[in-house]
C-alpha cells in the first residue's frame, strides 16, 4: 500500500480520535461562525494512510496522541525550520518484530561485505546520474558508464567523487561555478528539500525492515544520526535531480520554495521507478531495496536491490 506524504504549510491544530488524524485550520476555530461551519471545516485522515508528515509552520500545535500513533504506524515526523527547509525528523524506535536479532546482524556485519555493498551502491548511483546526463542534458556518458564499471570493493580511487564533479558541472551548464551545498540559493534550495524528503522515506523504509539507520556502510560521522539512510539513499538522489530538471526547465521561479514548488517535490515518494524489472512507486521500491539490505546482513544475498534508470 503506497501511504500518503502530507505537508502542514499553515497553522494547525493535529489531534487523534479514533484512530483519525483530526485537523483543524485555528483561523476557524477562533472566528465568529456557526459550529456546523466550524465542524465542517475539520478534516480527518485514517493515521494507517500516512506514511510522512512534514510540519512546515512555526503555528502548528500537535498532540502527544497524533506523534503516538504516527510512529507506532512507522510513520516519519519532518519538521522544518524557519527558511522552511527539513531540520529535523521522528523515527519509531521499534519497526520489526525481530529487531533484535536483525540489529545484531547488522552490527556483525564484515567490513569485505560492506565494502561489496557501498561499490554496488556507487555503480547504481552513477549509472542513474549518468542516465539523467544523457536524457536531459544529451552530454557524453561514456566516461560516466567506465566509471561505474571501474568501481572497486570500497570504491577505493573514489570514482564517486570524480563521476559527481563531472555530474554537477554537465547538469547545471548555465549556472556559472555551480557548487552542490547545503545553501538556500536555486537550485540547491529544491535539491535541499527534495532530498530531505527521500531521506524520510529511505530512513522510514529502514526501520520497517528492522535495521539501524544510524549504522552506516560507509558514512560514519559521529554526529550523523542517519548514516545508513544516507548511504542507501545515494542511488535514488538522481531521481531528485531529474524533477528538479524538469521544474527549472519548466521556467518555475525557484527563488523561494513556493506552495506550488514543494507540492512537486513532496511527490517524490510516489514517483514511478523501475526496480528488479519492475516498475514501482519509489516509496514501495525503498521497502524492496532495503529487504534486501536485510538478506545480505543475514547472509541470504550478497546484492542490494536498487532501481536503474534506462540509458
Known amino acids: 500500500m503506497i501511504k500518503r506524504t502530507i505537508c502542514f504549510g499553515n497553522p494547525a491544530y493535529l489531534s487523534l480520535n479514533n484512530g483519525q488524524l483530526v485537523i483543524k485550520m485555528p483561523e476557524v476555530e477562533k472566528a465568529d461562525v456557526s459550529d456546523i461551519l466550524k465542524r465542517e471545516a475539520t478534516t480527518t485522515i485514517p493515521i494507517e494512510d500516512i506514511g510522512i508528515v512534514v510540519l512546515d509552520n512555526r503555528q502548528i500545535t500537535i498532540t502527544q496522541g497524533v506523534l503516538d500513533a504516527l510512529l507506532a504506524n512507522n510513520c516519519a515526523v519532518i519538521t522544518c525550520n524557519d527558511k522552511h527547509l527539513p531540520s529535523g525528523m521522528f523515527l519509531p524506535l521499534s519497526g520489526?518484530?525481530?529487531?533484535?536479532?536483525?540489529?545484531?546482524?547488522?552490527?556483525?556485519?564484515?567490513l569485505p561485505l560492506r565494502k561489496q555493498l557501498w561499490q554496488q551502491t556507487v555503480q547504481a548511483k552513477i549509472h542513474n546520474q549518468a542516465a539523467v546526463l544523457k536524457h536531459h542534458r544529451d552530454v557524453e556518458v561514456?566516461?560516466?558508464?567506465?566509471?561505474?564499471?571501474?568501481?572497486?570493493s570500497g570504491d577505493t580511487e573514489n570514482l564517486e567523487g570524480r563521476a559527481a564533479a563531472y555530474?554537477?558541472?554537465?547538469?547545471?551548464?548555465?549556472?556559472?561555478?555551480?557548487?552542490?551545498?547545503?545553501?538556500?540559493?536555486?537550485?540547491?534550495?529544491?535539491?535541499?528539500?527534495?532530498?530531505?524528503?527521500?531521506?524520510?522515506?529511505?530512513?522510514?523504509?529502514?526501520?520497517?525492515?528492522?535495521?539501524?539507520?544510524?549504522l552506516g556502510i560507509h558514512?560514519?560521522?559521529?554526529?550523523?544520526?542517519?548514516?545508513?539512510?544516507?548511504?542507501?539513499?545515494?542511488?535514488?538522489?538522481?531521481?531528485?535531480?531529474?524533477?528538479?530538471l524538469q521544474i527549472l526547465d519548466s521556467g518555475a521561479d525557484c527563488s523561494h520554495l513556493n506552495t506550488d514548488l514543494k507540492r512537486q517535490l513532496l511527490g517524490i515518494p510516489v514517483m514511478e521507478v523501475t526496480i528488479d524489472g519492475q516498475r514501482r512507486p519509489l516509496m514501495v521500491a525503498a521497502t524492496?531495496?532495503?529487504?534486501?539490505?536485510?538478506?545480505c546482513f543475514n547472509g541470504e544475498s550478497r546484492r542490494i536491490s536498487y532501481p536503474y534508470m534506462e540509458i
Open 96 to 110: 520489526n518484530t525481530t529487531q533484535s536479532e536483525r540489529f545484531q546482524l547488522q552490527i556483525e556485519s564484515s
Open 142 to 152: 561514456g566516461n560516466m558508464r567506465a566509471w561505474e564499471r571501474d568501481v572497486k
Open 167 to 214: 555530474y554537477w558541472k554537465m547538469l547545471f551548464p548555465e549556472i556559472e561555478d555551480f557548487t552542490r551545498g547545503r545553501e538556500d540559493d536555486c537550485p540547491n534550495n529544491l535539491l535541499n528539500y527534495g532530498y530531505a524528503i527521500l531521506r524520510g522515506v529511505v530512513a522510514r523504509a529502514l526501520v520497517s525492515s528492522g535495521l539501524l539507520p544510524t
Open 219 to 244: 558514512h560514519h560521522n559521529r554526529y550523523n544520526a542517519y548514516c545508513l539512510a544516507d548511504d542507501i539513499m545515494e542511488p535514488y538522489r538522481p531521481y531528485v535531480d531529474e524533477l528538479v
Open 288 to 295: 524492496q531495496t532495503t529487504a534486501s539490505l536485510y538478506k
